[in-house]
């Protein structure tokens, strides 16, 4: 079974750019995450889907960052315009529905604002 | 959900069991405790999660005390590739997410 697919793997940008990260889930999971993880806590969860609908988006700066999830398949993540703050390893995963907590993650993206 | 206190280091020899305990005390009838851990560089991967029997599967053994406030999970012959960040979470059933905190960073030492 393939695992969570993401990319690019490393971005470096400017303050004020915009950025995306691309995110495919294990085949079959109806509900998708993208966690932010700065170096040294834990992952934060940013917003979550179930199939092409957001569940949560509670803790999503949606000033800056916005997500969609076409299809209910794959998904991206944007950010617009970045910030320094926002240097951070941007982390997905999955889950099915039978097992909804038992999350699958991608190797996640590290972003560097400069 | 109820919140959870780890160290925020530990050691273990290689081929030692390693004891990764995790503190729960306001946790509530309905909570589940999972374990996930982090690699360096890799996402974090699920371990194993129980709501109040002991639960064992082929990565570790997780221990819930009766009174349900601590648990353990066990590596039982850890190795250098278990060298990692454990997350010990509590989520309760209606939750729709896991809140991780800041976990336990485990070296296994040759």
């Known amino acids: 079974e393939a695992g969570v697919a993401q990319s690019p793997r490393y971005k470096i940008i400017e303050k004020r750019q915009s950025v995306a990260f691309w995110c495919n889930p294990i085949?079959?999971?109806?509900?998708l995450y993208w966690y932010q993880q700065i170096l040294g806590q834990g992952p934060k969860l940013l917003i979550q889907?179930?199939?092409?609908?957001?569940?949560?988006d509670s803790q999503l700066p949606k000033d800056r960052f916005s997500a969609e999830r076409l299809k209910g398949v794959d998904s991206t993540l944007k950010i617009q315009p970045a910030k320094l703050e926002d240097s951070a390893v941007y982390l997905c995963?999955?889950?099915?529905?039978?097992?909804?907590?038992?999350?699958?993650f991608g190797p996640g993206t590290r972003l560097t604002v400069t | 959900d109820a919140k959870t206190t780890q160290p925020p280091s530990m050691d273990c020899a290689e081929g030692r069991a390693a004891n990764l305990p995790c503190n729960h005390s306001?946790?509530?009838?309905?909570?589940?405790v999972y374990w996930y851990r982090q690699i360096h560089s890799q996402g974090p991967q699920y371990i194993i999660h129980?709501?109040?029997n002991n639960e064992t599967n082929e990565m570790a053994s997780l221990i819930i005390t009766e009174d349900r406030k601590s648990s353990t999970l066990i590596l039982p012959h850890a190795t250098l590739r278990d060298t990692a960040v454990y997350y010990c979470?509590?989520?309760?059933?209606?939750?729709?997410?896991?809140?991780f905190g800041s976990g336990t960073q485990l070296t296994v030492l040759p």
């Open positions: 889907f179930q199939n092409n609908g957001v569940v949560d």
């Open positions: 995963a999955s889950s099915s529905t039978w097992t909804p907590y038992e999350q699958y």
């Open positions: 979470i509590v989520r309760s059933g209606s939750a729709r997410q896991l809140t």
């Open positions: 306001t946790i509530s009838g309905n909570e589940y």
């Open positions: 129980g709501l109040k």
């Open positions: 085949s079959g999971h109806a509900t």
